[in-house]
């Protein structure tokens, strides 16, 4: 098997097991929140591979559901911040210096504030809850997606064909939707992709300080955070085997990302 079989492989046993975990997340939600107080506190088992926590819930059901709504979540928000540093992008390198000293300047601006300072202030204003976790996510995960893009795009303009469209009449937005996106769509696929963990993270992450989804949902970051009181008394399962399945996830999501690259990169594949 050579090196560019093994990549496509690779990504395809990543994706497989991405939308596995989304879709059983999706079918587990009822049994997330069912509650049995006659089997709680249990340690991981045949029954229960990830044990129960102090009412009794399957963590694993629990697990999955979380997950599976922070993928969900993932796809959401990366899609939005991807488009977005996708027509900013342009917009700065095609419609003038003072459009590019605009955009430039808000990219260099939203990436100067701590990142998780600004995810906080954007969720809490927007309400918190999912609302405020997709538009936070959402609005701070563009800018290095877009300087990316916009660096492509300036060297897409002095190329001859770009300057000969522009030469018979085209105009701007013409040769950026027929000869640019084309060509940027490689790279706007592989920042949509490498976006996925760094949502996800964050969504828990929000979620496990209070600032994210509500108390009632069985998301990864509440199952982090409810079962941080526990760890002292001795119930390592309930934060450990969930954290596990989250780092998992995340290495999964960059393993995908980067093997879609190489897999859109035929001489990168072959190294």
């Not at 701070?140 to 190329?159: D, F, N």
Request: overall charge positive.
């Amino acid at each position: 098997m050579n090196q560019r079989k093994k990549t496509i492989l690779i990504f395809a046993l990543a994706l497989l097991f991405l939308t596995s975990v989304t879709l059983s997340g999706i079918f587990c939600y009822g049994g997330a929140r069912k509650t049995d107080f006659s089997v709680k506190n249990l340690a991981p088992c045949l029954r229960y591979p990830f044990g129960t926590d102090w009412m009794g819930r399957n963590m694993l059901a629990r697990t999955l559901t979380g997950l599976s709504m922070s993928i969900r979540i993932g796809l959401c928000t990366a899609g939005i911040s991807a488009l977005l540093a996708l027509t900013l992008g342009i917009m700065s390198a095609v419609l003038g210096k003072k459009v590019d000293a605009v955009i430039s300047f808000l990219i260099d601006t939203i990436m100067g504030i701590p990142h998780i300072l600004l995810l906080l202030l954007i969720s809490y204003a927007f309400g918190k809850g999912f609302k405020g976790v997709v538009l936070g996510v959402a609005l701070t995960h563009w800018p290095s997606l877009a300087r990316v893009i916009r660096g492509e795009v300036m060297q897409l303009k002095e190329s001859e064909y770009i300057q000969i469209a522009a030469k018979l009449g085209q105009s701007r937005l013409q040769i950026a939707w027929r000869h640019m996106v084309v060509h940027l769509f490689p790279q706007f696929v592989v920042g949509l992709i490498l976006m996925f963990p760094h949502a996800i993270l964050h969504e828990a992450s929000i979620t496990f300080l209070g600032f994210g989804l509500s108390s009632e949902q069985p998301a990864i970051g509440i199952i982090l955070s409810e079962s941080m009181r526990y760890l002292i008394t001795g119930k390592w399962w309930l934060a450990m085997l969930p954290g596990l399945m989250l780092v998992l996830t995340v290495v999964l999501f960059d393993v995908a990302g980067n093997s879609l690259r190489r897999i859109l990169d035929p001489s990168s594949a072959q190294e």
